[in-house]
C-alpha cells in the first residue's frame, strides 16, 4: 500500500498554526468574556485537536474505513456526552 509523502515545510507550518492557537489560547484566557471564555477556548481546543488528528496522526491520507472508525467514535461520544448531561441537568 502506497503512503502519503508530506513534506517538511507543511509539518512546521502546522506546529506554527499550532503554537500560534496555543498563544491564542493562553492571551483569550487573560480577558474577561464571561461565559464565551470557556466556548472560545474550548473552539480553539478543537481546532488544535483537528490539526493533529489530521496531519501528525496521518488521517487526511488514511483509508476510508479508518476515517469512519473516527467518525464514529467522535458520534458515540456525543452520545455520552449527551446522555450525561442530560442526566446530570435533571437532577
Not at 480553539?44 to 496521518?58: E, N, P, Q, Y
Not at 488514511?62 to 461520544?77: D, K, N, Y
Request: glycine fraction near 6%; charged fraction near 10%.
Amino acid at each position: 500500500m502506497p503512503e502519503h509523502i508530506v513534506s517538511r515545510k507543511l509539518y512546521f507550518l502546522i506546529c506554527g498554526i499550532l503554537l500560534s492557537l496555543t498563544l491564542l489560547t493562553w492571551g483569550v484566557a487573560l480577558i474577561n468574556l464571561g461565559r464565551w471564555n470557556i466556548v472560545l477556548a474550548l473552539a480553539i481546543a478543537f481546532s488544535k485537536a483537528t490539526l493533529v488528528a489530521l496531519f501528525f496522526m496521518h488521517l487526511r491520507y488514511s483509508p476510508r474505513r479508518t476515517q469512519l472508525t473516527l467518525v464514529a467514535g467522535l458520534f458515540w461520544l456525543g452520545i455520552l456526552l449527551l446522555l450525561t448531561m442530560s442526566d446530570y441537568l435533571t437532577r
